[in-house]
């Protein structure tokens, strides 16, 4: 995928990857440690986490196409860097989503102990975090490469009135 009615692909698909994340992590972490949430939302953060797993590959394929049109520049590949390893933070995301739904499948059938629920808990909260944080650092550095030097230039004249 190239091109979105003109505009290039990545461009569209990142704010996706940006709304995603942070939504599936909160909502995730959530259903890890408030049981009432987890009986309401597990399925919607397993729909959640397949999707942005989904989604990540795209975005940075899409992502490799501009830059390809862009040419090469250090900040650039510090955005590619860690755009390529925002897979396996999605990853980890859809992984512990997968289990709030294990655990709550085996709630429905028998009490779980404390210890199951308590691991699947630090595990979503610290996939939840990593992700957050990754995505942060991913679009930081896509963003200064872009606009980085906007905040430099003098505001433009404003006409006389």
Known sequence: MSTIDGLPAHVLLVHVIVVLVPLTAVLAVLCAVWPAARRRLVWLVAVLGVLTLAVTPLTTSAGEWLEQRVGPTPGLRTHTDRGDAMIYFTAALAIVAVLLVVLHVRE???????????????LTIAASVAAVVQVYRVGDSGARTVWGGVSAVQPASTPPQ
Do not use: F, K, N, S
């Open 108 to 122: 429905g059938r028998q009490p779980v102990g404390r210890a199951l629920a308590g691991v699947i808990a630090v």
